[in-house]
């Protein structure tokens, strides 16, 4: 079983619409999580970060956390062609331990 | 956000030689950088765990007498590339952990061509 998980996509969502996407991981005893958008070419970006159980928001991103079920989702509202970029989930241990990434397509 | 920087951003060598990239934090202090790897269309792969002062821990299959990693002060770590290879070609990124945090901030890369 990989570290951590996510759909390869491509997900494609209709420009305005919420992207919904998601993570898994393995180590229960991970304790910082975090999105990072990768644009084609270029490195990571830091999105958000997410410590706790629940949900963060940071303008049209929420971050969701559900250590239980060991889940982790990123929401994107009012999606925009500009959203269009691989979506990489990260989980802290020893280092940051990427997932595969998601690749969001927003249709204009 | 914090930002890291690295240099150069693109380079293009013959087989055989080596190189040097640096991989700086502007403006905050990073006890621990990161190294990271990309091959098109694929995920971060993480090379090797870069702490100042002492050696680097290198992931498992990556040479660490191939990829030397040096971590000299707070704010600077350089990989060197020796005897690059065609094979070697890829899209290197320096990542660095605040002293006082767990956030990873990401240098723009640099992409390595070996002819």
């Known amino acids: 079983q990989k570290e951590v998980e996510q759909n390869s996509g491509p997900l494609s969502v209709p420009e305005g619409a919420i992207a919904s996407l998601n993570c898994t991981y393995s180590?229960?005893?991970?304790?910082?999580f975090f999105w990072y958008r990768q644009y084609s070419g270029k490195s990571p970006e830091l999105i958000m970060f997410?410590?706790?159980?629940g949900d963060k928001e940071d303008g049209r991103f929420t971050a969701q956390l559900n250590k239980a079920s060991q889940y982790v989702s990123l929401l994107i509202r009012d999606s925009q062609p500009s959203d269009s970029a691989t979506y990489l989930c990260?989980?802290?241990?020893?280092?940051?331990?990427f997932g595969s990434g998601t690749r969001l397509q927003v249709q204009p | 956000g914090a930002v890291v920087s690295q240099h150069p951003s693109r380079v293009i060598c013959k087989s055989g030689t080596s190189v040097k990239i640096e991989c700086r934090s502007l403006?905050?202090?990073?006890?621990?950088m990161f190294w990271y790897r990309q091959f098109p269309k694929q995920s971060l792969m993480l090379m090797a765990t870069?702490?100042?002062?002492?050696?680097?821990?290198?992931e498992q299959g990556v040479e660490k007498d191939k990829f030397l990693i040096n971590h000299a002060s707070l704010t600077l770590s350089t990989l060197t590339v020796t005897s690059a290879h065609p094979e070697d070609s890829s899209f290197y990124i320096c990542?660095?952990?605040?002293?006082?945090?767990?956030?990873?901030?990401f240098g723009p890369g640099t992409r390595l061509t070996v002819l």
């Open positions: 990542s660095a952990r605040d002293t006082y945090g767990d956030t990873q901030y």
């Open positions: 180590d229960r005893g991970s304790q910082s």
């Open positions: 997410i410590y706790s159980n």
């Open positions: 990260a989980v802290f241990g020893r280092a940051l331990t």
């Open positions: 403006d905050f202090q990073a006890t621990t």
């Open positions: 870069s702490n100042e002062g002492s050696k680097a821990t290198y």
